[in-house]
């Protein structure tokens, strides 16, 4: 199982989730799914989303780059079928994620993202992981800031492959 959430509004979750792949897999999305495809914007760009106090454990076990919360790889319409890459991949119009505080696409830019001045994060607090054979927070995707991350027993506590990561108030207890 795989937990993927898509919102236009924002809210708040509080969960805990265990699997093998990621706990909690954060996909890429260039543009809307099923009916609210007609609408013009890039959820991916949205920083409307509040990850907080959240725990993963006992995941990422499939593959050591595994992450038990994992921002990347990009789900998206390829000749009208939906597909899902799990990966990196330098094709910035299906992959990449250029957060905004505002709606890019209004500005006229649906596939590279904002102005400066109107760049965003995805935030993530007061969250935790443990029992990860890999990594606690893996990110390969842009614009994440966490606050409040604790990693205990696992490989590695954060992987940022990208720019515009930032972090605060962290422990990691690593084998």
């Known amino acids: 199982m795989l937990l993927i959430t898509l919102t236009l509004q924002r809210f708040s979750f509080a969960l805990r989730y265990q699997q093998g792949w990621a706990g909690f897999a954060f996909p890429n999305l260039p543009t809307a799914l099923q009916s609210f495809q007609t609408l ?6 949205v920083t409307s989303l509040t990850i907080n106090g959240n725990t993963a454990h006992s995941t990422g076990w499939w593959w050591y780059h595994a992450g038990a919360f994992y921002f990347g790889g990009s789900l998206y319409y390829n000749n009208g079928v ?24 209004a500005l ?16 993530i607090s007061n969250t ?6 890999s990594v606690g927070l ?15 027993d696992v490989a590695l506590m954060l992987e940022a492959l990208s720019d515009g990561f930032w972090l605060d108030k962290a422990l990691a207890l690593c084998r």
């Open 138 to 152: 893996n990110s390969w995707t842009g614009r994440l800031e966490v606050s409040g991350f604790e990693a205990h």
């Open 40 to 45: 013009v914007f890039r959820p991916s760009s």
């Open 128 to 133: 935790k992981v443990f029992l990860v054979p």
């Open 108 to 123: 006229g830019d649906c596939v590279y993202g904002c102005p400066q001045y109107d760049v965003g994060a995805v935030r």
């Open 82 to 105: 939906l597909e899902y890459n799990a990966g990196r991949d330098f094709d910035f119009a299906n992959h990449g994620r250029s957060t905004c505080t505002v709606n890019a696409c």
